[in-house]
């Protein structure tokens, strides 16, 4: 895996994640977390394309346009840095017109097994 790498994924937005449902609003409309959901998603995905197994542990995410369900999305994580097990990435989630979604997402290389272990 190398700084430049590209994830992108397309996803039909449903009615089960809209604010109004999940309560993180009052409106129909596509929620933050189901947008932060998606980002994270397509950067976990980059690298677990690439053999590793890794846990989110930062977003900084803005919100910009609002969408409705049956609308198609587009996510894309690139991986900006790599230090040691700590991965930083740039995700954005577009719809067909513009971005509705950007920011920053971090991610750390774990072993399972011994992550799991430390919580028993």
Same mark, same amino acid.
Do not use: W
């Given at each position: *895996?190398?700084? $430049?790498?590209i994830? +992108?994924?397309?996803? *039909?937005?449903?009615e089960?994640? +809209?604010?109004?449902?999940?309560?993180?609003? $009052?409106?129909?409309?596509?929620? +933050?977390?189901?947008?932060?959901?998606?980002?994270e998603?397509?950067?976990?995905?980059? @690298? /677990? &394309?690439?053999?590793?197994? +890794?846990v989110? %542990?930062?977003?900084?995410? &803005?919100?910009?346009? @609002?969408?409705?369900? #049956? %609308?198609?999305?587009?996510?894309?994580?690139?991986? =900006?840095?790599? /230090?040691?097990?700590?991965? &930083?990435?740039?995700? %954005?989630?577009?719809? @067909? =017109?513009?971005?509705?979604g950007e #920011? !920053?997402? /971090?991610? !750390?290389?774990?072993?399972?097994?011994? !992550?799991?272990?430390?919580?028993?």
């Open positions: *895996m190398k700084t $430049g790498d994830y +992108t994924m397309t996803h *039909m937005v449903s089960n994640e +809209t604010a109004e449902v999940l309560g993180s609003g $009052g409106l129909p409309v596509y929620s +933050t977390p189901s947008m932060i959901r998606l980002m998603l397509a950067a976990y995905r980059l @690298a /677990e &394309s690439h053999g590793h197994q +890794t989110g %542990t930062k977003v900084n995410i &803005s919100h910009l346009k @609002a969408c409705v369900p #049956g %609308t198609e999305v587009i996510a894309e994580a690139v991986l =900006q840095e790599m /230090e040691g097990r700590r991965l &930083s990435y740039k995700v %954005t989630v577009k719809d @067909a =017109q513009e971005i509705i #920011g !920053f997402h /971090e991610r !750390f290389i774990i072993d399972p097994e011994r !992550f799991m272990a430390k919580l028993k």
